[in-house]
């Protein structure tokens, strides 16, 4: 059984920055992508970020320049650095990492969830 544990979510001004962080555990031979989801209220759940095991990343448009995404290997912990939030990031933040528990055999597994509300 795997498990994604997610903190550091909260209210926070706009401008201000938050730090998210979501740790994986359990039966894990390796992780390959890791990411951030969002979903805000009324709206389709959008990737925020991702790095890949070869830590190249991707970003949404909306966040570039503002947010980083890294990852510790060591802790299969990956990580959002949010800075200079905006009230259009407010959202439920999701984690989810694609997780190999044997050779040849991977799923993805989410968190569940740690709110963001950015107030004006």
């Known amino acids: 059984q795997v498990q994604l544990v997610e903190s550091g979510g909260g209210l926070v001004q706009a401008g201000g920055s938050l730090r998210l962080s979501c740790a994986a555990s359990?039966?894990?031979?390796?992780?390959?992508?890791m990411g951030w989801y969002r979903q805000a209220p009324g709206k389709q759940r959008e990737l925020v970020a991702v790095i890949r095991d070869g830590a190249s990343t991707n970003y949404a448009d909306s966040v570039k320049g503002r947010f980083t995404i890294s990852r510790d290997n060591a802790k299969n912990t990956v990580y959002l650095q949010m800075n200079s939030l905006k009230p259009e990031d407010t959202a439920v933040y999701y984690c989810?990492?694609?997780?190999?528990?044997?050779?040849?055999?991977?799923?993805?597994?989410w968190g569940q969830g740690t709110q963001v509300t950015v107030s004006e």
């Open positions: 359990g039966m894990i031979f390796s992780i390959n992508s």
């Open positions: 989810y990492a694609n997780i190999e528990i044997r050779v040849g055999y991977s799923f993805n597994g």
